[in-house]
């Protein structure tokens, strides 16, 4: 009988300190360095305020995510980020295959590009007509550039 309980002793040991491990590398992977999107409102429903893009210490790159509302027939689209002073700071296509599933789309954009201020990403169907345009408010706030 002793022998059951030092295996039960011992397999609960184990599994405690397998546990402790995995929360270890879990919480690691949401320390800085992690990917951090951010989901991004279009005019028409966003608060009085641009959605606040806060870039975690030592990020390179600023993930952008929104959801899109284009009729297949707009695909591919013309995406442009445009600064506070009316430049255009990013552009891409946005092909129907790179759009996810719900209708969301996500983009990488390098952080050099986006110094901390105010932009607007505008997203054009390729039809081009003023209805097929939308525009993504935003502010990129965070730590001095690396």
């Not at 995510?65 to 980020?81: V, Y």
């Amino acid at each position: 009988m002793r022998k059951w309980r030092w295996l039960a002793a011992a397999a609960l040991f184990a599994l405690a300190a397998t546990l402790t491990v995995w929360i270890r590398q879990s919480t690691a992977e949401m320390r800085p360095g992690a990917i951090h999107f951010t989901l991004l409102e279009e005019t028409a429903r966003a608060a009085s305020a641009p959605t606040e893009v806060a870039v975690p210490h030592g990020s390179t790159d600023v993930f952008l995510l929104f959801q899109l509302d284009f009729a297949a027939d707009a695909f591919p689209l013309s995406l442009e980020i445009v600064g506070q002073d009316g430049r255009t700071r990013y552009t891409r296509e946005v092909p129907t295959e790179d759009v996810n599933e719900g209708d969301y789309y996500f983009i990488r954009v390098p952080r050099r590009l986006l110094p901390d201020g105010d932009y607007r990403v505008r997203l054009t169907g390729s039809r081009g007509d003023p209805g097929s345009r939308v525009e993504y408010p935003f502010r990129v706030i965070g730590p001095p550039l690396p």
